[in-house]
C-alpha cells in the first residue's frame, strides 16, 4: 500500500489522505481540501496511480471541501454517508454561525454512492470499513484499513472535534467515541481530519491513556465536560468569522502545571495580591457567571495571537482560571511550554471558587492586560 498525508498550508490544519494501490495503479483520497486539490493530483502523478475514489468523513464546516474539484479533474467515485442525503437541512443553521456559505459549498458537492455502517469499500487491493460515528455531524463516518483509522474530525490527536457544530451532537459523540473507537486494538493508529502541532498520527492505546476526551465517564459527565472544554463557537478577526474544529492543544503532559484549590488561592491572594490571575474564558461569561476580583481576561482562543500582553518576566506566578477548570488546564499548559516556570490552574475553576463563597465582581468584564 501507498499512504501519503497531505498537511494543508492555508492554515485550516487540515490533513488529507492518499492511500493506493501499486499494483493496480487506483488511488483513493481521504478528505481533500479545495486548497489541497492540485497538490494531490501533482503525487498522484509522480506516484503513477489514478484517483478512482474520494472519501469525504462529512460535510466540513471549517473549510471546503475538494472532492467537488477532484470529481472535475480526475473522475472518481465520490463517496459520504446516507445521512449526506439530508445535509442541505443544516445550510440555514450554518448562517447563524457565519459558516452558511461553506456548508453551501460542500453541499454542493455531488455524491456518487453512500454508505451505511459496516460497508465495505474496494479499492484494488485495499480495503476500506466503513464505521458510522456521528456526533461531530450527523453524516459522520470513520475508515479503518488495516491498522489504520481515519476519524475525520470525530477524534483528534489530544483531543475530539467539536459537537456544537450544526449537525452534532455530543451525545452521539459519546456513543461513537466509546461503542465504535475505544473497542479497537490499541496499537491502531489514529490518522484525523485536523492536526494542529505537526503530529503524524497517534496509537489508539495512548491516546486512551492521556486524551481527556477518552477518559473513563458517564455520559452526562461527558457532556458537562465538553460544555466546558470548547471556547465559544467562533472568534471574529476583523469581521470575519475564523471557525476551528477543535482547540489548538499545545500538549499531552501536565509538566510544568500545578493546580491550586479555591481556598489556597484566596489565602495566597492575601499574601501576594500581585499574582496574575488569568481568566480565559470569553468576556460575556465574567458577566454573566461572575469573575474573580482582579482577573486579567484573555480568551483561549486569542492567547496565542496575545501572549505578549503576559507578563515579561517568566518566573511571574499566574493563574490560570476558566469555569470548570478544562480550558485554563490547556492554557496552562501553553504558557508552560512558552518557558513560564511558576503556572498554577485553578482547580474547578471559577465554579468552585463560587461553592466556597468567595467574592466574585459581574459588574465590569475585566481590567486590561498589564
Not at 465495505?120 to 470513520?142: C, Q, R, Y
Not at 491498522?147 to 483531543?159: A, N, P
Not at 499566574?318 to 470548570?324: E, G, M, N, P
Amino acid at each position: 500500500m501507498i499512504f501519503r498525508q497531505i498537511r494543508s498550508t492555508d492554515g485550516s490544519g487540515t490533513l488529507s489522505y492518499l492511500l493506493a494501490d501499486e499494483q493496480r495503479g487506483m488511488a483513493a483520497v481521504i478528505d481533500p481540501n479545495l486548497e489541497d486539490v492540485d497538490r494531490i493530483g501533482s503525487l498522484a502523478d509522480e506516484l503513477g496511480v489514478r484517483i478512482t475514489h474520494v472519501f469525504d468523513t462529512h460535510t466540513h464546516a471549517d473549510h471546503v471541501s475538494g472532492a467537488g474539484k477532484m470529481r472535475e479533474l480526475h473522475d472518481p467515485m465520490v463517496i459520504m454517508h446516507e445521512n449526506t442525503k439530508n445535509k442541505w437541512k443544516i445550510v440555514d443553521q450554518g448562517d447563524r454561525f457565519g459558516i452558511g456559505d461553506i456548508l453551501r459549498a460542500n453541499a454542493a458537492v455531488e455524491v456518487d454512492r453512500y454508505v451505511v455502517d459496516g460497508d465495505v469499500v474496494e479499492v484494488g487491493g485495499l480495503t476500506f470499513k466503513v464505521l458510522f460515528t456521528p456526533g461531530h455531524t450527523d453524516n459522520h463516518i470513520s475508515l479503518l484499513v488495516d491498522d489504520h483509522l481515519f476519524t475525520g474530525d470525530l477524534l483528534l490527536i489530544g483531543q475530539a472535534g467539536r459537537s456544537d457544530l450544526p449537525g452534532g451532537n455530543p451525545e452521539e459523540q459519546y456513543d461513537s467515541l466509546f461503542t465504535k473507537i475505544t473497542t479497537l486494538p490499541d496499537w491502531t493508529k489514529i490518522f484525523p481530519g485536523h492536526d494542529y502541532e505537526e503530529n503524524a498520527f497517534a496509537y489508539l492505546g495512548e491516546e486512551k491513556k492521556s486524551n481527556p476526551f477518552l477518559g473513563q465517564r458517564t455520559k452526562q459527565e461527558y457532556l458537562q465536560f465538553v460544555t466546558d472544554f470548547f471556547p465559544p463557537l467562533a472568534d471574529s478577526v476583523d469581521g470575519k468569522v475564523v471557525l476551528q474544529c477543535g482547540t489548538k492543544r499545545v500538549t499531552q503532559s501536565a509538566e510544568g502545571v500545578r493546580g491550586i484549590s479555591a481556598a489556597d488561592l484566596s489565602a495566597r491572594l492575601h499574601e501576594q495580591p500581585d499574582m496574575m490571575l488569568l481568566d480565559v474564558r470569553e468576556p460575556f461569561e465574567l458577566v454573566a457567571f461572575g469573575a474573580i476580583p482582579g482577573v486579567t481576561n484573555i480568551p483561549i482562543g486569542q492567547i496565542a495571537a496575545r501572549v505578549e500582553e503576559l507578563p515579561a518576566d517568566k518566573n511571574t506566578e499566574i493563574v490560570s482560571i476558566c469555569q470548570s477548570g478544562n480550558r485554563s488546564f490547556e492554557v496552562a499548559h501553553f504558557l508552560a511550554k512558552k518557558g513560564y516556570s511558576n503556572v498554577l490552574n485553578l482547580d474547578g475553576g471559577t465554579s468552585a471558587w463560587i461553592r466556597r463563597g468567595l467574592p466574585v465582581t459581574k459588574n465590569q468584564y475585566a481590567r486590561s492586560p498589564r
